[in-house]
Protein backbone atom coordinates (compact mmCIF):
# COMPACT_ATOMS: atom_id res chain seq x y z
CA UNK A 1 0.00 0.00 0.00
CA UNK A 2 1.77 3.15 -1.05
CA UNK A 3 1.13 6.16 1.01
CA UNK A 4 -1.06 9.51 -0.23
CA UNK A 5 1.05 12.10 0.79
CA UNK A 6 4.46 13.71 0.65
CA UNK A 7 6.28 14.94 3.83
CA UNK A 8 8.82 13.74 6.67
CA UNK A 9 8.98 13.43 10.46
CA UNK A 10 8.42 16.95 10.69
CA UNK A 11 5.25 17.41 8.15
CA UNK A 12 2.58 17.14 11.71
CA UNK A 13 4.89 19.81 13.35
CA UNK A 14 5.46 22.64 10.56
CA UNK A 15 2.03 23.58 9.40
CA UNK A 16 1.06 24.47 12.96
CA UNK A 17 4.06 26.82 13.77
CA UNK A 18 5.19 24.22 16.69
CA UNK A 19 8.21 26.32 17.44
CA UNK A 20 10.80 23.08 17.06
CA UNK A 21 9.60 21.66 14.28
CA UNK A 22 8.87 24.74 12.09
CA UNK A 23 10.37 25.56 8.38
CA UNK A 24 12.86 28.71 10.00
CA UNK A 25 15.00 28.78 12.50
CA UNK A 26 14.49 30.32 15.82
CA UNK A 27 15.00 33.80 16.59
CA UNK A 28 18.71 34.80 17.16
CA UNK A 29 17.63 35.84 20.15
CA UNK A 30 15.13 34.19 21.04
CA UNK A 31 12.97 37.25 20.63
CA UNK A 32 9.09 35.82 20.98
CA UNK A 33 6.67 38.64 21.59
CA UNK A 34 3.41 37.79 24.04
CA UNK A 35 0.36 38.76 23.38
CA UNK A 36 -0.73 41.84 25.41
CA UNK A 37 -4.33 39.90 26.23
CA UNK A 38 -1.77 37.68 28.33
CA UNK A 39 -1.80 40.35 31.07
CA UNK A 40 -5.37 40.87 31.03
CA UNK A 41 -5.89 37.02 31.63
CA UNK A 42 -3.05 37.51 34.68
CA UNK A 43 -3.98 40.30 36.32
CA UNK A 44 -7.72 38.84 36.23
CA UNK A 45 -6.18 35.96 38.90
CA UNK A 46 -3.50 37.89 40.84
CA UNK A 47 -3.48 41.07 42.28
CA UNK A 48 0.31 42.55 42.01
CA UNK A 49 1.04 45.92 43.75
CA UNK A 50 4.11 48.12 43.53
CA UNK A 51 6.51 48.18 41.23
CA UNK A 52 6.73 45.53 38.65
CA UNK A 53 10.02 44.86 37.21
CA UNK A 54 9.60 43.47 33.07
CA UNK A 55 13.26 42.45 32.48
CA UNK A 56 12.85 40.95 28.99
CA UNK A 57 10.84 43.77 27.74
CA UNK A 58 11.34 43.14 24.03
CA UNK A 59 9.17 46.08 22.13
CA UNK A 60 7.36 46.65 25.38
CA UNK A 61 4.09 44.76 24.78
CA UNK A 62 3.32 43.54 28.30
CA UNK A 63 4.95 46.99 29.70
CA UNK A 64 2.86 48.79 27.70
CA UNK A 65 -0.46 46.99 28.61
CA UNK A 66 0.25 46.42 32.23
CA UNK A 67 0.87 50.51 32.27
CA UNK A 68 -3.00 50.80 30.25
CA UNK A 69 -3.95 48.84 33.86
CA UNK A 70 -2.77 51.41 36.03
CA UNK A 71 0.26 49.14 36.83
CA UNK A 72 4.35 51.31 37.38
CA UNK A 73 6.70 49.43 35.35
CA UNK A 74 10.22 49.02 35.14
CA UNK A 75 11.49 47.89 31.62
CA UNK A 76 14.58 46.46 30.47
CA UNK A 77 15.85 44.10 28.31
CA UNK A 78 19.21 42.96 27.19
CA UNK A 79 18.89 43.88 23.56
CA UNK A 80 17.54 47.73 22.96
CA UNK A 81 14.38 47.15 20.64
CA UNK A 82 13.30 51.20 21.18
CA UNK A 83 11.42 50.36 24.64
CA UNK A 84 12.33 50.54 27.94
CA UNK A 85 16.20 49.94 28.81
CA UNK A 86 18.22 48.70 26.71
CA UNK A 87 21.68 46.48 27.60
CA UNK A 88 20.49 45.07 30.44
CA UNK A 89 21.84 41.96 31.21
CA UNK A 90 19.17 40.46 33.98
CA UNK A 91 21.07 37.26 34.27
CA UNK A 92 23.89 39.45 35.33
CA UNK A 93 21.87 41.62 37.85
CA UNK A 94 23.57 41.55 41.14
CA UNK A 95 21.17 43.70 43.40
CA UNK A 96 18.93 41.38 46.33
CA UNK A 97 15.71 42.35 47.91
CA UNK A 98 14.26 44.26 45.11
CA UNK A 99 11.56 45.96 45.77
CA UNK A 100 9.69 44.90 42.94
CA UNK A 101 7.30 41.79 41.41
CA UNK A 102 8.33 40.57 38.23
CA UNK A 103 6.80 40.07 35.21
CA UNK A 104 8.12 38.49 32.25
CA UNK A 105 8.30 36.48 29.10
CA UNK A 106 11.85 35.13 29.31
CA UNK A 107 13.89 33.80 26.07
CA UNK A 108 12.77 29.96 26.66
CA UNK A 109 16.19 28.80 26.22
CA UNK A 110 16.90 30.56 29.34
CA UNK A 111 14.09 30.55 31.22
CA UNK A 112 15.36 28.13 34.04
CA UNK A 113 17.89 30.83 34.64
CA UNK A 114 15.81 33.34 34.97
CA UNK A 115 13.26 31.66 37.22
CA UNK A 116 16.30 31.08 39.49
CA UNK A 117 17.84 34.72 38.83
CA UNK A 118 14.30 36.08 39.91
CA UNK A 119 14.23 34.44 43.38
CA UNK A 120 17.44 35.61 44.09
CA UNK A 121 17.15 39.49 43.38
CA UNK A 122 13.72 39.86 44.75
CA UNK A 123 12.34 40.61 48.31
CA UNK A 124 10.97 38.22 50.45
CA UNK A 125 7.37 37.77 49.16
CA UNK A 126 7.72 39.37 46.20
CA UNK A 127 6.14 37.96 43.38
CA UNK A 128 7.15 36.13 39.95
CA UNK A 129 5.24 35.84 37.15
CA UNK A 130 6.37 33.62 34.09
CA UNK A 131 4.89 33.25 30.82
CA UNK A 132 6.15 29.77 30.19
CA UNK A 133 5.79 26.88 27.91
CA UNK A 134 3.87 24.36 29.25
CA UNK A 135 6.20 21.72 28.42
CA UNK A 136 7.96 24.13 30.98
CA UNK A 137 7.10 21.69 33.53
CA UNK A 138 9.23 18.45 32.02
CA UNK A 139 12.62 17.83 32.86
CA UNK A 140 15.01 16.62 35.13
CA UNK A 141 16.67 19.73 36.19
CA UNK A 142 13.56 21.80 36.49
CA UNK A 143 12.61 18.99 38.63
CA UNK A 144 14.88 19.64 40.91
CA UNK A 145 14.08 23.43 41.12
CA UNK A 146 10.64 22.64 41.28
CA UNK A 147 11.25 20.34 44.57
CA UNK A 148 12.70 23.59 46.16
CA UNK A 149 11.20 26.56 44.82
CA UNK A 150 7.84 25.12 43.71
CA UNK A 151 5.64 27.65 41.91
CA UNK A 152 2.31 29.06 44.22
CA UNK A 153 0.01 29.04 41.34
CA UNK A 154 0.72 27.60 37.57
CA UNK A 155 -2.23 28.92 35.34
CA UNK A 156 -2.96 27.06 31.74
CA UNK A 157 -4.36 29.19 28.85
CA UNK A 158 -7.19 26.82 27.64
CA UNK A 159 -6.91 28.72 24.64
CA UNK A 160 -4.09 28.82 22.37
CA UNK A 161 -1.58 32.61 23.27
CA UNK A 162 0.10 33.78 20.16
CA UNK A 163 3.86 34.23 20.51
CA UNK A 164 5.16 36.57 17.80
CA UNK A 165 8.87 35.57 16.28
CA UNK A 166 10.94 38.91 16.06
CA UNK A 167 7.41 40.50 17.24
CA UNK A 168 5.24 40.14 14.15
CA UNK A 169 1.82 39.07 15.04
CA UNK A 170 0.67 38.96 11.19
CA UNK A 171 2.13 35.40 11.28
CA UNK A 172 -0.26 33.26 13.67
CA UNK A 173 1.73 30.52 15.78
CA UNK A 174 -0.82 28.62 17.79
CA UNK A 175 0.25 25.38 18.10
CA UNK A 176 2.08 25.77 21.61
CA UNK A 177 0.36 25.58 24.75
CA UNK A 178 1.58 29.08 27.55
CA UNK A 179 0.82 28.92 31.17
CA UNK A 180 1.47 31.71 33.93
CA UNK A 181 4.57 30.29 35.98
CA UNK A 182 3.46 32.22 39.13
CA UNK A 183 6.15 32.19 42.61
CA UNK A 184 5.85 34.21 45.85
CA UNK A 185 9.05 34.30 47.11
CA UNK A 186 9.15 32.51 50.46
CA UNK A 187 5.77 30.41 49.80
CA UNK A 188 6.47 26.12 50.12
CA UNK A 189 3.26 24.28 49.47
CA UNK A 190 1.89 22.24 47.12
CA UNK A 191 1.66 24.32 43.35
CA UNK A 192 -1.85 24.62 42.18
CA UNK A 193 -2.82 24.36 38.80
CA UNK A 194 -5.89 26.44 37.28
CA UNK A 195 -6.81 27.22 33.78
CA UNK A 196 -7.36 30.37 32.22
CA UNK A 197 -8.25 31.82 29.08
Known amino acids: MSKDWIGNRMSIYAPH???????WDREKDDYYATEPEA???????EDLQGIIWECACGEGHLSKRLEELGKTVMSTDLI????????????????????ANIVTNPPYKYALEFCEKAL?????????CMFLKLTFLEGRKRRKFFDLNPPKTVYVFSKRMNCARNGDFSVKQSAV????????????????VKWIG
Open 17 to 23: GASNHSD
Open 39 to 45: IDWLLSV
Open 80 to 99: DRGYGTGGVDFLKVTEKDFD
Open 120 to 128: DVVREGGVI
Open 177 to 192: CYAWFVWVKGWKGETV
